[in-house]
T-cell receptor
Framework: DSGVTQTPKHLITATGQRVTLRCSPRSGDLSVYWYQQSLDQGLQFLIQYYNGEERAKGNILERFSAQQFPDLHSELNLSSLELGDSALYFC?????????????FGPGTRLTVL | AQSVAQPEDQVNVAEGNPLTVKCTYSVSGNPYLFWYVQYPNRGLQFLLKYITGDNLVKGSYGFEAEFNKSQTSFHLKKPSALVSDSALYFCAVRPSILTGGGNKLTFGTGTQLKVEL
């Protein structure tokens, strides 16, 4: 168990809908990362937050947005969902050890868009 | 831009035999390299990382990895494979802090390891 929690585990919804994925980082970790894992794209970095501020952006669609709250939990909002958004969405939080930060991943949320 | 290649989609090995999962990378400056393992319906678990120093890095569950700068490789190894090691293995890279490339990890496509009796 990494200490990173994600809810819900599974989400089934229809095209055009909006969903919110939630992540709680490990105690004390200030950074939260979101990744998408799909069969055709592999594991792709979406976005990073550090202590409430957006720090880096990757291949995140404009229909997707995220935020990190004062208690450091984070939410990833996906809107106008398409079939191709079906994927596993991982959250990771990082701790600084031995000269760099190591990212620890949550169990993921499996999103199915029908 | 940074990238990682895992040339084998699947590696099969008999239990008790040594295993190697290959990884090559491309990054500006000195790399930070990581191996993660993913079991079915689970998240990624951190195995080990290379920052600097000794080219042989030891990690969890008896795994180790060898960093080779001239070949830009970071192969994962284990002297004696177990059936329970069967899983999906990911290599990842990020540039060093001095390069200023940010913290995002770039992952390879993954290698399915199958250890058979």
């Amino acid at each position: 168990d990494s200490g990173v929690t994600q809810t819900p585990k599974h989400l089934i919804t229809a095209t055009g809908q909006r969903v919110t994925l939630r992540c709680s980082p490990r105690s004390g970790d200030l950074s939260v990362y979101w990744y998408q894992q799909s069969l055709d794209q592999g594991l792709q970095f979406l976005i990073q937050y550090y202590n409430g501020e957006e720090r880096a952006k990757g291949n995140i669609l404009e229909r997707f947005s995220a935020q990190q709250f004062p208690d450091l939990h984070s939410e990833l909002n996906l809107s106008s969902l398409e079939l191709g958004d079906s994927a596993l969405y991982f959250c990771a939080s990082s701790v600084w050890t031995s000269g760099t930060d190591t990212q620890y991943f949550g169990p993921g949320t499996r999103l199915t868009v029908l | 831009a940074q990238s990682v290649a895992q040339p084998e989609d699947q590696v099969n090995v008999a239990e008790g035999n040594p295993l190697t999962v290959k990884c090559t990378y491309s990054v500006s400056g000195n790399p930070y390299l990581f191996w993660y393992v993913q079991y079915p319906n689970r998240g990624l678990q951190f195995l080990l990382k290379y920052i600097t120093g000794d080219n042989l890095v030891k990690g969890s569950y008896g795994f180790e990895a060898e960093f080779n700068k001239s070949q830009t490789s970071f192969h994962l190894k284990k002297p004696s494979a177990l059936v329970s090691d069967s899983a999906l293995y990911f290599c990842a890279v990020r540039p060093s802090i001095l390069t200023g490339g940010g913290n995002k990890l770039t992952f390879g496509t993954g290698t399915q390891l199958k250890v058979e009796l």
